[in-house]
Structures are given as structure tokens and as C-alpha cells.
């Protein structure tokens, strides 16, 4: 008699231990499957502006910007120190810093950084007097922010976010166009 109940104490355990993992992985798989999160590049103004003719050309000019990360995922992302780049065809054209953040579930940050463009790289590209004349730089900028994403303090899992922007300035109305696509690698 004793062995029969433990028979049906096990069984009912299982069935419930079953009933439970298939609750997780349900809710892992539609609710708590990780969305890509959207990032915004703000510019607020120029910063910075050197002029050197001597030894050699340089002209260096710093653009200030607010990058907005908003996380629409169930746990938080903690991401590292990170440079995003930008690129005129295929050089790369400036750098931007972006300092170590935590970006709250479901929440989003404003990050103060500024964009150091190395304009003598973009005067001497073969491409460049073309692109002035037809009255539009095309740019393209990539980041990878890596990092950790946290569920509910318990999980903890590496993941790294990519974001890839193509950003389009017309010259003689100033208008910027974006277009970016954001990747979330875990």
C-alpha cells in the first residue's frame, strides 16, 4: 500500500514538475523572448572646431548628440564602455564614445556623448566632391554595445546589442533621414 502512494505522489510530482517547465518555456518563447531595443541619436550642437594648417591639414570638429536607448524587454540590460563609428563609404569618419549605462526593463536612458569627425578624411575621400555636388552625404554609423541582460535579478545572460544606421544630410535644406536597424545577440 505504501509503495502505491509514493507510486501516485511521484506520478503527480512529474505531471506538476511537466506542467510547470512548459509554463517557462511558453512564457520564455512569447512574453520574455528578447526584443530588439531602439536607439536615437539626437545632435544638440557643435561642440569643437580646430583649424591647423601647419605641419599638415587638419580639421577636427566634435558634434554633441543624445543617443536614447529604450529597452522594451522584461529584464534590464548593463552594457560596457563602447565606440560607435561612422562611416563616409567606406572610412571611417568619426568616433563616439559611449560610456557604460544600465538600461531598466521595459524603461529608456538618455546618453550625453559627442561624435569627433576627422574631416580631412572626409575632404580627401574620391567620393566626397561628387556626393557635395549631388547635394546629399550619405553616412552610415555602427555600434555594438555588449553587455549583460538581467531577468528578474536570477537570470543573467551575455548578449550584445547592434545597431546600424544609414543617415542621409541634405546640404542645402540641413534635414537629416535616418534609417536604423537594431539586433539583439544573445
Given at each position: 500500500?505504501?509503495?502505491?502512494?509514493?507510486?501516485?505522489?511521484?506520478?503527480?510530482?512529474?505531471?506538476?514538475?511537466?506542467?510547470?517547465?512548459?509554463?517557462?518555456?511558453?512564457?520564455?518563447?512569447?512574453?520574455?523572448?528578447?526584443?530588439?531595443?531602439?536607439?536615437?541619436?539626437?545632435?544638440?550642437?557643435?561642440?569643437?572646431?580646430?583649424?591647423?594648417?601647419?605641419?599638415?591639414?587638419?580639421?577636427?570638429?566634435t558634434l554633441g548628440m543624445i543617443i536614447t536607448i529604450r529597452n522594451p524587454n522584461y529584464g534590464s540590460f548593463e552594457y560596457k564602455n563602447s565606440t560607435g563609428y561612422v562611416n563616409f563609404?567606406?572610412?571611417?569618419?568619426?568616433?563616439?564614445?559611449?560610456?557604460?549605462?544600465?538600461?531598466?526593463?521595459?524603461g529608456q536612458i538618455n546618453v550625453n556623448t559627442s561624435a569627433d569627425?576627422?574631416?580631412?578624411?572626409?575632404?580627401?575621400?574620391?567620393?566626397?566632391l561628387s556626393d557635395v555636388l549631388g547635394g546629399t552625404l550619405n553616412f552610415t554609423s555602427t555600434t555594438a554595445l555588449p553587455g549583460k541582460a538581467r531577468m528578474f535579478n536570477i537570470i543573467k545572460l551575455k548578449a550584445t546589442s547592434y545597431?546600424?544606421?544609414?543617415?542621409?544630410?541634405?546640404i542645402s535644406s540641413r534635414k537629416v533621414d535616418t534609417n536604423c536597424n537594431y539586433k539583439i545577440k544573445l
Open positions: 500500500m505504501a509503495n502505491r502512494g509514493l507510486k501516485i505522489c511521484l506520478a503527480v510530482s512529474l505531471l506538476f514538475l511537466v506542467i510547470v517547465t512548459i509554463m517557462i518555456v511558453t512564457l520564455f518563447m512569447t512574453i520574455f523572448k528578447p526584443k530588439n531595443p531602439e536607439i536615437t541619436v539626437h545632435p544638440v550642437g557643435l561642440e569643437d572646431f580646430q583649424f591647423s594648417l601647419s605641419p599638415n591639414l587638419t580639421i577636427n570638429v563609404h567606406d572610412t571611417v569618419v568619426a568616433e563616439v564614445p559611449i560610456e557604460a549605462e544600465l538600461v531598466p526593463a521595459r569627425f576627422m574631416v580631412e578624411k572626409l575632404i580627401n575621400d574620391p567620393n566626397f545597431s546600424s544606421c544609414d543617415i542621409s544630410v541634405n
